[in-house]
């Protein structure tokens, strides 16, 4: 079974600086893409950015210039890179997979969530 499991999150001051970690675990054939998101309660889910193995990644308009997205094949996890940080950025942070495994091709996984406070 596939897992993907969040670390990093926690309270940081308007114009910190914050690493967000995602880990995916179990048996699969490869991973695709691989991303954040992130929800506010009430609201729709983000998208934060994506990056694909060997590709250049993308971000959503909200965090342009300020996040930065990683991938390290070896470890199966990515990373995020949150610099001047806003009280807007505030919300659960969401790693997301697409993966092919032996039994489906291209299935969406998703992590329980990290929460991000930026407050003072």
């Known amino acids: 079974q596939v897992q993907l499991v969040e670390s990093g999150g926690g309270l940081v001051q308007p114009g910190g600086s914050l690493r967000l970690s995602c880990t995916v675990s179990g048996t699969f054939l490869s991973i695709n893409v691989m991303g954040w998101y992130r929800q506010v309660p009430g609201r729709d889910r983000e998208f934060i950015a994506t990056i694909i193995s060997g590709g250049n990644p993308n971000y959503g308009d909200s965090v342009k210039g300020r996040f930065t997205i990683s991938r390290d094949n070896a470890k199966k996890m990515i990373s995020l890179q949150m610099s001047s940080l806003k009280q807007e950025d505030t919300a659960v942070y969401y790693c997301?997979?697409?993966?092919?495994?032996?039994?489906?091709?291209?299935?969406?996984?998703w992590g329980k969530g990290t929460l991000v406070n930026v407050s003072s």
């Open positions: 997301y997979a697409n993966i092919d495994t032996i039994v489906s091709r291209a299935t969406s996984y």
